[in-house]
């Protein structure tokens, strides 16, 4: 069988959901400057960022109907990330 170079290889623990999101978390209101947080939402495959995202948090820049356009720092540099609302969550205190 040949190796699987996908990209969602080696993700079993890492995309492992512990509780399943209601619909509050989907009629959260983002704007730009919005400080959140990219936590990959398992059960929706549409608009998922790659798994090197997760976990870090980034600055809103544009919003759309369905997605968001998040830019996160790596390392030196700034990317820019657009995923569905189903991957982003609101930091507290911003």
């Known amino acids: ?3 699987s170079h996908g990209a969602r ?3 079993r623990s890492l995309l492992r959901s ?3 999101k209601g619909l509050s978390s989907l009629l959260v209101e983002y704007s730009p400057n919005d400080k959140v947080v990219v936590k990959i939402d ?3 495959v549409k608009g998922m960022p790659h798994r090197r995202f997760n976990g870090l948090v ?3 820049t544009e919003v759309g ?3 968001v356009t998040v830019d996160v720092a790596v390392g030196n540099k700034v ?3 657009v995923a ?3 991957h982003v969550v609101r930091m507290e205190g911003s």
Do not use: D, H
């Open 1 to 3: 069988m040949p190796k």
């Open 18 to 20: 512990s509780a399943k």
């Open 65 to 67: 109907r369905r997605a």
């Open 58 to 60: 980034g600055t809103v």
């Open 84 to 86: 569905r609302k189903e």
């Open 42 to 44: 398992p059960a929706q």
């Open 9 to 11: 290889r080696r993700t």
């Open 79 to 81: 990317k820019k990330l």
